[in-house]
């Protein structure tokens, strides 16, 4: 029985349907005046074995109040009985918790343990015991036998009058329908009774949150579920009786609320009159609901309130094949677009004051139609960022623990309630510092959210609660986005992904057209400005050149060669400034591995050689002569270094280490695509739709004419990806895209494998496949124009949205 009370500590973590049984007053009416939790059993020994494998009981174990209820309930263990009992939880004095056992008379215990004492109290002789070190007390009296931790309330209900005594008339009706196997009985006059008591609280019961919880734990899963019911009066002013006798319709706010929520309240409604109805009822007064709200509420069958990190948002699910009903063009001041979206800022906001408490009194100015879903938010912030989470696929529903949910839970409920373990964590913040920092070490990816459903009937609800178990469930790579920043001038050069050695994660980089660079960290946050002399050309290289696991960055523009630390501040004597234009990217060299670098530069038909320093390498020359029209490339064969380039000549230049001719190449393809290596041969696509293949080492080139129509070639050691359009062929390997208009793909080596990245500009969505073709889950994602991909701590990928920077996590 050592475990058994802990029971009750998870039961309340919220709050349920069975029929059966006469009441028997002789237990009922023994039950502590306050007792907040009540357990019905036919056997202690059931209690034990559904929660002591549960995961969610072993994390928060170690809770102050849950071992305060252990250590009162230790008498327990005395204990064998099989015979119908009630266990009450009650609070005594300041904030002590008690426990009490209520069960058919004993001739003894099972315990060898020696009475300590007597105690005769009107008329009824007290036992006292210890157990590890804690007393209890125990009597058989007028035909029972009660057990407690506390003397105080064993005497209160030994004095008790019982002939025309009832403990409760809320609970006595809900006992009487209900009392079956091992039930859990939760008083709920408290809205955050649970969350309170939970953190060591002592929490009054005089609010008018509803009476009574009658819960039944279910097993079959990994997961925490309980099911039962919940009471309520509709003569009174309740919370519950706000959606009395309302027609529940199918829940869909799980399909668009972002996974980094904190929390949600959802309401539905099949006749928006019954919620109006219910409101005049719990205010006693009429309740004048604006033309505007109404006309929303008339056209809709749910209504959600999202509470997000920053903001929040009141979002209502059309009615099937509903239409938009409101003309937003002229109730609008304004109107913007987000990501096809449009985005109206109302002339009049929308105003919720009138069916407060259903949500929270407030005004909605910004409104979007997405879909199926009229969204109401107070900033445009909000609107944007579930316009993005639902295009990028990362909500509820498409998390993979959502299939236990889904299957255990009702397709629809009058109130829904959700919260994201996240915020539980910040309830938690005031608490005793013990069981915060055990709160803060529960694991959200286990535990992502704890789900409250209710179906309302007639003053009661059926009622579920279930706390997901997500281990196991999460391993398959997800994406989602993490930041967003709006650049205030056009964007004319990146995303760049540059490593943060003191995060170990990513930080973001682009360039406006004022030619200003800018460091963003991984959340969107700006590190630095620099204002540079004109646009970077190519990519952003990264370098580690102190070889001390702190980065440089490497770039040119068409006037200087810069290398930057992650502050932004100059790297010994660069910026290097050069008369003559800068007419490909920069190429920076680390031919052995030893971060011993080197950086090209090309002007026309001149390459200069730099170290880190901004000295000029004395042991390169190169003889110039035509004007060079690729990147320069530094490939590796056996233990040769070449340097490979072509020229507006068409020749193919293959240099060594010092700038001389390493190997000459005859032929002069005309060639459409840069230079790559693979498998030891330096590939290209020619003009005329042919693949190049160069030995280079012996200069023999060799042609491949089966990709007449190609639009692209990207090669790295590893994989040969060959691109037409939505038709890809990678390794040899056929795969298919849906269709659409795309840009040119990328590879990019990670140190998790290869990935191929690429972007559909017809519906702006961004994809990231492995090297077999796969496209990763919760792909594609939204961006526009360009995309990099890294990693460290996590993996990255970085686009945009016109001047918008994305972030995304996967």
């Not at 005769?120 to 006292?128: G, S, V, W």
């Not at 079956?180 to 005089?206: C, H, M, P, R």
């Not at 706000?242 to 309401?267: C, G, M, T, W």
């Not at 105003?351 to 969204?375: G, M, N, S, W």
Request: hydrophobic share 35%.
């Amino acid at each position: 029985m050592r475990n058994s009370i802990a029971l009750i500590i998870i039961v309340l973590t919220c709050i349920s349907c069975q029929e059966n049984n006469q009441i028997n007053k002789d237990l009922i009416n023994r039950i502590p005046t306050d007792a907040k939790i009540i357990v019905h059993t036919d056997n202690l020994e059931d209690l034990n074995q559904f929660f002591s494998g549960n995961e969610l009981l072993n994390k928060l174990s170690a809770l102050s109040r849950i071992k305060e209820i252990k250590e009162a309930s230790s008498f327990l263990k005395n204990y064998d009985t099989k015979e119908e009992s009630l266990l009450a939880l009650s609070i005594e004095g300041k904030n002590e918790v008690v426990i009490t056992l209520i069960t058919s008379p004993l001739k003894k215990t099972i315990d060898t343990t020696s009475t300590t004492s007597e105690i005769i109290y009107n008329d009824a002789k007290i036992i006292k015991k210890e157990i590890d070190k804690r007393s209890y007390y125990s009597v058989n009296h007028k035909g029972v036998h009660l057990a407690s931790s506390s003397l105080l309330v064993l005497e209160s209900i030994v004095r008790r009058d019982i002939s025309d005594y009832v403990f409760d008339d809320g609970f006595q009706n809900i006992y009487n329908r209900t009392k079956s196997g091992s039930s859990f009985y939760v008083k709920a006059t408290e809205k955050k009774w649970l969350e309170q008591f939970l953190l060591g609280k002592n929490i009054s019961d005089n609010g008018n949150h509803a009476e009574w919880y009658q819960l039944e734990a279910r097993s079959g899963g990994p997961y925490f579920q309980l099911d039962g019911i919940i009471t309520y009066q509709d003569s009174l002013k309740m919370d519950h009786d706000l959606y009395n006798n309302l027609d529940a319709a199918e829940n869909h706010i799980q399909d668009i609320v972002p996974l980094s929520f904190r929390s949600l309240k959802s309401v539905t409604y099949q006749n928006p009159s019954q919620l109006i109805d219910n409101l005049k009822r719990y205010h006693s007064n009429e309740v004048k609901v604006g033309s505007q709200l109404m006309a929303i509420l008339e056209n809709t069958q749910e209504m959600s309130e999202v509470k997000l990190e920053k903001t929040n948002a009141l979002v209502f699910t059309l009615k099937p094949y509903e239409a938009i009903f409101m003309n937003l063009d002229s109730l609008s001041v304004a109107m913007s677009t987000y990501r096809d979206h449009l985005i109206y800022e109302l002339t009049n906001p929308i105003k919720t004051h009138a069916i407060r408490p259903l949500v929270q009194a407030k005004e909605y100015q910004f409104v979007t139609v997405l879909d199926q879903y009229f969204i109401c938010s107070p900033t445009v912030s909000a609107a944007e960022e579930l316009i993005s989470n639902y295009q990028n696929k990362t909500f509820l529903s498409e998390q993979p623990w959502w299939e236990d949910v889904r299957q255990t839970l009702s397709n629809s409920s009058s109130l829904l309630k959700i919260t994201s373990t996240k915020e539980f964590k910040e309830v938690a913040k005031d608490s005793d510092q013990d069981d915060l920092k055990l709160i803060q070490q529960l694991d959200e990816n286990d535990f992502p959210v704890m789900i409250s459903q209710y179906v309302h009937e007639k003053e009661y609800a059926h009622y579920h609660l279930m706390v997901p178990y997500a281990v196991g469930k999460s391993n398959q790579m997800k994406i989602s986005q993490i930041a967003s920043y709006n650049s205030p001038k056009k964007i004319i050069s990146g995303p760049f992904l540059f490593p943060n050695h003191l995060s170990k994660r990513h930080d973001v980089a682009f360039q406006d057209e004022d030619f200003t660079l800018h460091l963003l960290s991984e959340v969107g946050k700006k590190w630095w400005s620099k204002k540079l002399d004109g646009p970077i050309l190519g990519e952003i290289e990264v370098t580690d050149a102190y070889k001390n696991g702190r980065k440089q960055m490497a770039f040119t523009t068409d006037k200087s060669v810069y290398f930057l630390d992650r502050n932004g501040k100059d790297v010994n004597a660069y910026p290097q400034q050069f008369k003559d234009a800068i007419t490909q990217p920069l190429s920076v060299f680390d031919y052995d591995g030893r971060r011993e670098y080197r950086f090209l530069v090309t002007q026309g038909d001149a390459l200069i050689m730099l170290d880190i320093e901004g000295k000029k390498v004395s042991g390169f020359s190169y003889k110039k002569s035509n004007k060079i029209t690729s990147q320069p490339q530094h490939f590796r064969v056996g233990i040769k270094d070449y340097i490979a380039f072509a020229k507006a000549d068409n020749s193919i230049a293959l240099l060594s280490r010092t700038g001389s001719t390493r190997t000459t190449v005859k032929e002069k393809p005309t060639l459409k695509t840069s230079l790559f290596l693979n498998k030891n041969r330096v590939l290209a696509l020619t003009e005329d739709g042919k693949l190049m293949q160069l030995d280079p080492v012996l200069g023999i080139l060799t042609y491949n004419d089966a990709y007449q129509s190609v639009d692209a070639l990207v090669a790295n050691s590893r994989m040969l990806l060959i691109q037409n359009n939505n038709e890809l062929s990678i390794n040899g390997y056929d795969v298919t895209l849906p269709y659409g208009t795309y840009l040119p793909a990328q590879v990019t080596r990670l140190s998790s494998g290869d990935f191929i990245h690429l972007i559909e500009t017809g519906e702006n969505k961004v994809y990231i496949m492995d090297r077999k073709g796969d496209i990763l889950s919760s792909l594609p994602v939204y961006g526009t124009t360009k995309s990099a991909i890294a990693q460290s701590k996590n993996r990255y990928l970085a686009t945009l949205d016109g001047d918008e920077v994305i972030v995304y996590k996967w």
